[in-house]
C-alpha cells in the first residue's frame, strides 16, 4: 500500500464524529465561521524524523476535507483548512495552537499534535472549548473526563495489554521472558508503565527495560542486552522510524524475539525497508488493512 494511497486510513472515524459536532454547532457564525466558510486547524508533524507517519494522516484529513467541499461543504460553508506543522515539538505544538485560535480564529482544531503535545495543552483545549481528535491515545486523554477531546482508538495502555493477552493466552506462552523496549516520551513511558502493570497481573518480573529514542540510527545496545538475557517477546511502545532500526539491528545480531508494537508502527513501511527482519514483528492496531471488506476502508479505497 503506497503512502499516498493511505489517505485518510487514521482518521476517517474521527473525522466523521467530527463532522458531526460541525453540524451540529456552525447553525449560527462565531469563531471561525462566516456566512460561507468555516475555518478548522491542524497541528501535525510534516518535517523531522516522524513526518513519515503524520504527513499520510495529514493528507487524509485534506482528502477528507476536500470531499466535504466538493459535496457543498457543511450547511453550504465551505472548510478552510489550516494545517500547522509541530515538527513533533511541544513548544511549537503550544505556540500553533496559541496561532490557530487567536489570529487564525479557527472554530477547531483536527489534532493538537502527540502525546506530549495533547497533554501540554489540556488546560488551552478546555478553556477555549477547542473540539480536538488527538492521535495521542494515553490513557489520560479521557480520565479524567475531558468534554472536548474526543479518541479515535485503543489507548496505549490497552495495546499493552492486548500485547501480553496475547503472549500469555495465545500463544500460551509459559514462563515467558519479556522485555520492553519504549520511547523516553509520554507516550512510552505510559507504555511502560501499561507493560509494567500487567506484567504484575500475570505474576511475571519483567526481564528488561530498555529506552530507544524515535531520532536513534542503532539500536545495538538494546538488541545486544536483551540477547543477554534470553528475552523471546519483545513489547514495545515506540514510532516507525525506530522500531525499524531495532529489527533491522537484531538481525544483524541474528537474534530473532517475537517483537510487538504500538498502532504507530503498523505499517507497510516497515515491512519493506526491514525485509526478512520484520519477520517475527506483531502490530497491534485498531485500523483495518487496505484489504478490508470493512465500509470506512470501502470508502478510503
Same mark, same amino acid.
Given at each position: 500500500?503506497?503512502?499516498? @494511497? ?27 465561521? *462566516? ?12 518535517? &523531522?524524523?516522524?513526518?513519515? $507517519? ?5 493528507? /487524509? ?21 489550516? =494545517? ?11 505556540? *500553533? ?5 487567536? +489570529?487564525?480564529?479557527?472554530? *477547531?482544531?483536527?489534532?493538537?499534535? &502527540?502525546?506530549? #503535545? ?22 489520560? %486523554? ?5 468534554? !472536548? ?9 490497552? #495495546?499493552?495489554?492486548? %500485547? ?17 523496549? !519504549? ?14 502493570? +500487567? ?8 526481564a528488561s527495560e530498555l529506552v530507544l529514542n ?5 539500536? *545495538? ?11 523471546? !517477546? ?12 531495532? $529489527? ?6 541474528? !537474534? @530473532?524475539?517475537?517483537? $510487538?508494537?504500538?498502532? =504507530? ?9 526491514? /525485509? ?11 485500523? /483495518? /488493512? ?12
Open positions: 500500500m503506497e503512502m499516498e @494511497r493511505k489517505r485518510g486510513f487514521l482518521f476517517l472515524l474521527g473525522l466523521g464524529i467530527l463532522s458531526l459536532l460541525l453540524a451540529a454547532n456552525v447553525a449560527a457564525e462565531g469563531r471561525g465561521v *462566516s456566512k460561507d466558510t468555516i475555518k478548522m486547524g491542524m497541528i501535525l508533524v510534516k518535517t &523531522g524524523p516522524v513526518a513519515a $507517519l503524520g504527513l499520510p494522516e495529514g493528507w /487524509g484529513v485534506e482528502d477528507t476535507f476536500n470531499e466535504v467541499n466538493q459535496k457543498g461543504g457543511i450547511n453550504g460553508r465551505k472548510i478552510d483548512f489550516i =494545517w500547522e506543522d509541530d515538527q513533533f515539538k511541544t513548544p511549537n505544538a503550544i505556540s *500553533s495552537f496559541k496561532k490557530l485560535i487567536f +489570529r487564525d480564529n479557527v472554530l *477547531s482544531i483536527v489534532t493538537p499534535g &502527540g502525546t506530549p #503535545q495533547t497533554i501540554a495543552l489540556f488546560d488551552e483545549i478546555d478553556k477555549n472549548k477547542v473540539v480536538t481528535i488527538p492521535n495521542g491515545l494515553a490513557d489520560e %486523554m479521557y480520565e479524567p473526563f475531558k468534554p !472536548y477531546i474526543f479518541l479515535l482508538g485503543a489507548t496505549y495502555e490497552t #495495546q499493552i495489554d492486548l %500485547m501480553f493477552d496475547y503472549i500469555m493466552n495465545d500463544l500460551k506462552a509459559k514462563s515467558p521472558k519479556i522485555g520492553v523496549v !519504549y520511547a523516553e516520551t509520554e507516550f512510552g513511558k505510559k507504555g511502560l508503565e501499561a507493560a509494567r502493570k +500487567r506484567a504484575k497481573q500475570y505474576g511475571l518480573t519483567l524515535i531520532g536513534s540510527v542503532d539500536a *545495538s545496545t538494546q538488541v545486544l542486552a536483551l540477547k543477554e538475557a534470553n528475552v523471546d !517477546y519483545v513489547v514495545t511502545c515506540n514510532l516507525l522510524p525506530p522500531m525499524i532500526t531495532f $529489527l533491522k539491528t537484531a538481525e544483524k545480531y541474528d !537474534y @530473532r524475539p517475537t517483537v $510487538l508494537g504500538i498502532n =504507530w508502527s503498523c505499517d507497510d513501511m516497515l515491512v519493506k525497508a526491514c /525485509g526478512t527482519a520484520a519477520k517475527n514483528f506483531i502490530g497491534v492496531n485498531f485500523v /483495518g /488493512g487496505w484489504a478490508d471488506d470493512s465500509s470506512g476502508m470501502k470508502k478510503v479505497r
